[in-house]
């Protein structure tokens, strides 16, 4: 079967069109939300809820991905705790016997990074972008306590351990069969945004540059103009094959530019409008966002992200 194909099989046969908030776990067994699947030969990717992180999720609602070299095994986040951490390790030995060599944080979110301590107990190297490890050490024990508060029990054992092996523009991992780059392309969603580029198999583990089936936040420090220019002048030129998003089943190029290029296009489009016509703040809430309600996340994220964007537009 060629790749394309596989991918196509194996995605239709796992994964529904649509995520939902709706969905219950669908990997009970496990703390895990979902088993992983294999999205390309050799690159798995288990992945998380679409709605906002809970204890029924496990604070699983990001994707948690590893890649097979043949001489070790490269793993994509390492969740929001160490029991995380532990269930996707058992899933990595329940496919191959090569040892675990890496660990990248997407970025220095709590998902993204709570479970290193688990990984590097057992010796295991954790590579992430400076300004990523630069958030943990100001902001760790702030992100900790809030998975503490929605995770209970879930949380018990974990603690913050910040990566060893710090990056800036790229760093090169070239392991068994293949080269993997990590790249930080510009600013995006959150500081220290990394993506995971393989250019051998057209594969993108792209983290929070690129959203697909829910809404995507934008933080108070998330510069919008800065995403757009990063995705137009680094991200999009690689044109991947295949993309694993942050938050969302693994799609296409396409697919994440309508819902992340596109979103923050329009998103500035209706609120710089808003603006020219003299509107303030409290008008910005309500700018006309109905294209993206199907999104899962829409509710909870929508007026706020209008907001954000009127504070950063308003001084352009």
């Known amino acids: 079967m060629n790749v394309a194909k596989f991918v196509l099989v194996s995605l239709l046969a796992v994964n529904p069109?649509?995520?939902?908030?709706?969905?219950?776990?669908?990997?009970?067994q496990s703390e895990l939300y979902s088993k992983p699947v294999e999205v390309i030969p050799n690159v798995f990717s288990a992945i998380g809820a679409t709605a906002p992180p809970t204890y029924e999720n496990a604070g699983h609602n990001n994707n948690l991905s590893f890649v097979i070299t043949g001489d070790g095994v490269v793993v994509i986040n390492s969740g929001a705790s160490v029991r995380l951490a532990?269930?996707?390790h058992e899933e990595i030995r329940a496919v191959t016997n090569q040892p675990?060599?890496?660990?990248?944080?997407?970025?220095?979110?709590?998902?993204?990074?709570?479970?290193?301590g688990y990984w590097a107990d057992l010796g295991v190297d954790i590579l992430a972008h400076a300004d990523a490890i630069h958030e943990v050490e100001e902001n760790g024990d702030f992100i900790l306590q809030g998975m503490q508060r929605y995770n209970g029990d879930r949380a018990d054992g974990t603690s913050v351990v910040n990566a060893n092996i710090s990056f800036d523009d790229e760093y090169v991992i070239d392991m068994g069969a293949v080269v993997i780059h990590a790249l930080h392309l510009g600013p995006a969603h959150d500081p220290g945004d990394t993506q995971v580029w393989i250019p051998a198999w057209g594969m993108m583990i792209a983290g929070d540059i690129a959203f697909h089936e829910r809404m995507l936040?934008?933080?108070e420090y998330t510069c919008t103009s800065c995403w757009l220019e990063t995705w137009e002048n680094k991200f999009e030129p690689l044109n991947p094959t295949y993309v694993i998003p942050g938050h969302?089943?693994?799609t296409n190029l396409a697919q994440v530019k309508r819902y992340t290029y596109d979103y923050l296009?329009?998103?500035?489009?209706?609120?710089?409008?808003?603006?020219?016509d003299g509107g303030d703040l409290a008008g910005s809430y309500y700018v006309?966002?109905?294209?993206w309600r199907h999104l899962d996340t829409f509710d909870e994220l929508a007026t706020k992200n209008a907001g954000r964007v009127f504070a950063e537009m308003e001084w352009e």
């Open 217 to 219: 936040p934008i933080f």
């Open 100 to 116: 675990v060599k890496l660990v990248i944080n997407e970025n220095g979110q709590g998902h993204a990074m709570l479970g290193n």
């Open 86 to 88: 532990s269930a996707l």
């Open 288 to 291: 006309d966002q109905a294209r």
């Open 17 to 28: 069109v649509f995520a939902s908030e709706d969905i219950a776990d669908q990997y009970p």
């Open 265 to 276: 296009v329009d998103l500035r489009e209706k609120v710089g409008v808003h603006i020219d």
């Open 248 to 250: 969302g089943h693994p």
